[in-house]
């Protein structure tokens, strides 16, 4: 609530200057690679929905250099194990938006969304009150999820 109830500033696209404020667990950012990073979403669909993105500002795919789309790659996979290793889940939705039609909320910067699914995840709050219902805060799964990463080490 507190950030939703937050005045409504635009700070630019929040991939570009979330990591260059270097504020990672104020800002949810869980961790860095040289051309990538991986944060949780404030806005999340699910506890752990977590986001890929290159640090370069770009919305389109082709523009991105293999470089960047294989680091992207490994954080992806590396968000999978992470989120298996710290809530085991029964599955994941993996998949970017391309486009406003396509739900992105960003539309000039490619993120990618990793989403932890259980069984019975879908529940009447969403479709009767319009509610989506997290059991855990978000610095809550910040903080476990961090403290994963020490555990497994990063990429």
């Not at 950012?29 to 949780?40: D, G, K, P, Q, W």
């Not at 082709?62 to 599955?91: F, H, W």
């Given at each position: 609530m507190e950030y939703i109830e937050q005045a409504k500033v635009d700070k630019g696209c929040i991939f570009c200057t979330l990591p260059a404020e270097n504020k990672d667990k104020e800002n949810l950012i869980l961790c860095r690679a040289e051309r990538s990073?991986?944060?949780m979403n404030c806005f999340p669909y699910n506890n752990g929905?977590?986001?890929v993105a290159a640090y370069?500002?770009?919305a389109d795919?082709?523009?991105l250099e293999d470089c960047e789309l294989m680091e992207i790659n490994k954080l992806?996979?590396?968000a999978v194990r992470?989120?298996?290793a710290t809530m085991q889940p029964d599955g994941f939705n993996l998949g970017v938006n391309l486009g406003r039609t396509a739900g992105a909320g960003v539309l000039d910067h490619l993120h990618w969304h990793i989403v932890p699914r259980w069984n019975g995840d879908c529940n009447f709050m969403p479709v009767v009150a319009g509610t989506?219902?997290?059991p855990e805060s978000l610095q809550s799964t910040y903080d476990k999820l961090k403290e994963k990463i020490e555990e497994l080490g990063e990429l």
């Amino acid at each position: 609530m507190e950030y939703i109830e937050q005045a409504k500033v635009d700070k630019g696209c929040i991939f570009c200057t979330l990591p260059a404020e270097n504020k990672d667990k104020e800002n949810l950012i869980l961790c860095r690679a040289e051309r990538s990073f991986m944060m949780m979403n404030c806005f999340p669909y699910n506890n752990g929905h977590l986001m890929v993105a290159a640090y370069r500002h770009t919305a389109d795919m082709y523009a991105l250099e293999d470089c960047e789309l294989m680091e992207i790659n490994k954080l992806l996979r590396y968000a999978v194990r992470l989120l298996s290793a710290t809530m085991q889940p029964d599955g994941f939705n993996l998949g970017v938006n391309l486009g406003r039609t396509a739900g992105a909320g960003v539309l000039d910067h490619l993120h990618w969304h990793i989403v932890p699914r259980w069984n019975g995840d879908c529940n009447f709050m969403p479709v009767v009150a319009g509610t989506k219902v997290l059991p855990e805060s978000l610095q809550s799964t910040y903080d476990k999820l961090k403290e994963k990463i020490e555990e497994l080490g990063e990429l």
